[in-house]
């Protein structure tokens, strides 16, 4: 982009990563160039430094980390070597930063609202009434239901992809000259993310906005930067326009993530119609509050098998799973586990019960306890469930590291803020395994994985289920998961489910209009793949995206 002003200019970027007392050079000279209104894409496998570097680019680094060499400017402000206040005075109001968990993010204690005023009225940019009326219009913008409402409610009342949603909306509340976006929609629905897209390249073409987009989805990525620079271990691998990359990769590496997830496994046949359910959910009904949440769900999961439940955000898919974990009791209908009723509160339920059903949470940073080491955290349930101590104890403890393809020299005595995204999600899955369950739920457990990380997190899941005759429920909405490992697919809508059946049948057209919608909202690797979809939908104005109704 010649004929626009170069923002952000980073040169020979060197970041260290501290384990105990030894520090680790983790980026390798990295250069950045990023004019106004340009939006460059950060890819690259978990652990390549995508979010490192994006922090780096605002004069932040998280803790362990430190910038060892090299500049970075942002218009001209040497962002390195700038005071506390200088840096205050830019964050929030010219840097603006979209983080990968909004869960981990916002303040539990304070209402969306208040959250997303505070920036405008303390830069001066709005008043409190102003700073208001524009978080109204931008939460319609990014489609929240109930754009009037939903900011006086608490982070912990909303959906992860709602929350996701209101942070990006704040981080839009003062028109910044660059944004941050670290991997804005992973916690989104097809349909959703379309939306959100559309949203955010308007702001970006409206106001002159520059972006980093930090991302592992390389289609969603196709349809949002001008640019890619892919990253591997800390160092550059190449950069090039984004058609030119899509189309002409130079090196064998980025040609690696450009190739198109192979892994699925066979599809199971039906279970005999005699055999009884590993889980069997009957016409559950949930509500949070006054909130109805769950209307009459029904469904089974039966010995070695996998279901996935897919939907829109909001569609009730996390309260289902904490209704079978005993975490929210229905309000009425049970959940039955080889056809005996489970007490409906967790907190009754015997110590083979509550090992007998696991989950894997999709905010891993939310999930994983910041004071313990990953020793403590894989070892308590090897140690509360299985009574293994001391040098047993270890010795599982590594075995489970192993088999979520972490040595476990390096890993078993960090904390998790000194893990990459994709890492702490797989120390997610070792816990889950180290109760030694029947029957797990997976909510969203490739979200924060790279492509090539999570085929091999599918990989190791179906091997282990082959091997232990494990029951999955793989709540998700990426549908190349649910190709890849389902046997069977339940569609949920507004709190009941749409449509049910097996993978094959549900896959297969004729479609039922949601589950059609669902599939025609994948994002493809082609760079004009969203205004065609969105001109096919009748939304001429891509900025008018996230007031339209899309379907």
């Not at 000194?418 to 490739?446: H, M, W, Y």
Request: aromatic residues 6%; negative net charge.
């Amino acid at each position: 982009m010649p004929d626009k002003e170069m923002l952000v200019k980073v040169r020979d970027l060197k970041i260290e990563g501290r384990a105990g007392e030894i520090w680790t050079q983790i980026v390798n000279g990295v250069n950045i160039d990023l004019h106004r209104g340009e939006v460059l894409g950060l890819i690259g496998e978990s652990g390549a430094g995508k979010s490192t570097i994006g922090l780096a680019a605002m004069g932040f680094t998280r803790d362990g980390c430190r910038i060892s060499g090299g500049t970075v400017e942002f218009d001209g402000i040497d962002l390195v070597n700038a005071s506390a206040p200088q840096k205050r005075s830019l964050l929030g109001r010219r840097i603006a930063y979209v983080a990968q968990s909004a869960a981990a993010s916002f303040n539990p204690a304070h209402k969306l609202i208040d959250q997303h005023t505070e920036a405008p009225t303390w830069h001066g940019v709005y008043g409190r009434t102003e700073a208001e009326e524009d978080a109204v219009s931008l939460y319609a913008r990014l489609r929240l239901p109930n754009p009037d409402e939903i900011g006086f409610r608490y982070p912990h009342q909303v959906s992860g992809g709602q929350l996701q949603r209101a942070m990006t909306a704040m981080a839009m509340s003062c028109r910044p000259d660059l944004i941050v976006f670290d991997e804005p929609t992973t916690a989104l629905d097809v349909t959703t993310q379309i939306e959100v897209l559309a949203a955010i390249r308007d702001i970006v073409d409206r106001f002159d906005t520059a972006a980093l987009y930090i991302t592992h989805d390389l289609a969603v990525v196709a349809q949002m930067a001008d640019r890619i620079k892919v990253l591997l271990k800390g160092d550059e691998v190449e950069e090039a326009d984004t058609r030119t990359m899509l189309a002409a990769p130079r090196e064998d590496y980025t040609k690696s993530l450009w190739a198109v997830r192979s892994f699925v496994r066979n599809q199971k046949p039906p279970a005999p119609g005699n055999e009884v359910p590993v889980v069997s959910v009957k016409n559950v009904v949930a509500a949070y509050g006054k909130v109805p949440v769950l209307h009459g769900i029904d469904f089974d999961i039966h010995a070695g098998r996998t279901v996935a439940v897919v939907g829109e955000s909001g569609s009730g898919k996390s309260t289902l799973a904490r209704c079978i974990t005993g975490l929210l009791p229905p309000l009425s209908g049970s959940v039955e586990f080889d056809g005996v009723a489970l007490p409906a509160d967790y907190r009754k339920r015997n110590r083979n019960q509550l090992r007998e059903v696991q989950m894997i949470y999709q905010m891993a940073d939310t999930a994983l306890n910041p004071r313990k080491t990953i020793r403590e955290i894989i070892g308590r349930p090897v140690e509360f469930y299985l009574g293994l101590r001391g040098e047993a104890k270890r010795m599982r403890v590594e075995e489970l590291l192993e088999q979520i393809e972490l040595e476990p020299a390096m890993f078993i005595d960090r904390l998790p803020s000194e893990l990459s995204g994709g890492q702490k999600q797989r120390i997610g899955i070792a816990r889950a395994l180290a109760a030694e369950p029947k029957f797990i739920i997976c909510d969203e457990v490739t979200s924060a994985l790279d492509q090539l990380v999570a085929e091999g997190i599918l990989k190791l899941l179906a091997n282990l289920q082959d091997e232990l005759n494990l029951s999955y429920m793989f709540i998700t909405h990426d549908l190349a998961t649910v190709r890849a490992i389902a046997d069977e697919v339940v569609v949920m809508k507004a709190g009941k489910v749409a449509e049910a059946g097996p993978k094959n049948v549900m896959f297969t057209p004729p479609h039922h209009p949601y589950t059609g919608l669902l599939l025609s909202s994948v994002p493809e690797m082609d760079p004009d793949w969203l205004t065609t979809l969105l001109n096919e939908r009748g939304i001429d104005n891509i900025g008018d995206a996230a007031s339209e109704k899309v379907g």
